[in-house]
């Protein structure tokens, strides 16, 4: 139950303003737009030799749609498992372990593909 202050403020029951139901939203119609775009590319980029994919990655029309992919995706996962885990684990210590648990592999994840993504595009700029 909200209080009218609370409700002035944007605040729910949980203290909690419209600051991630608004990210989560915005990255869930980003993710609606760049996901039809990335099965596209996938589907072009399959089968093909490795040194075509990396040229590809290192392209302006597939290099930073798919960095803004791999970086909404993460930020999505992570406020979605972050909103469950608050909702429905009620201990204190687990849930913080929880959600430190679970935005460490999102964004680990997410460190991992750019990582590699980078490593393609210098690999592409280095090559004759």
């Given amino acids: 139950m909200?209080?009218?202050?609370?409700?002035?403020?944007?605040?729910?029951?949980?203290?909690?303003g419209t600051r991630t139901y608004v990210l989560k939203q915005a990255s869930g119609v980003a993710l609606g737009i760049l996901t039809p775009y990335m099965i596209g590319v996938g589907i072009y980029l399959f089968g093909r030799e490795r040194q075509f994919v990396v040229d590809s990655i290192s392209t302006f029309w597939v290099g930073p749609p798919l960095a803004a992919f791999i970086i909404l995706t993460a930020l999505h996962m992570d406020i979605g498992m972050r909103t469950i885990i608050e909702d429905y684990v009620h201990s204190g210590h687990r849930k913080l372990a929880l959600i430190f648990a679970s935005s460490m592999f999102s964004w680990g994840i997410c460190i991992v593909c750019i990582f590699a993504m980078l490593l393609m595009m210098f690999e592409h700029a280095r090559s004759p």
């Fill in 2 to 16: 909200t209080t009218p202050l609370g409700r002035v403020r944007g605040l729910g029951s949980a203290k909690g």
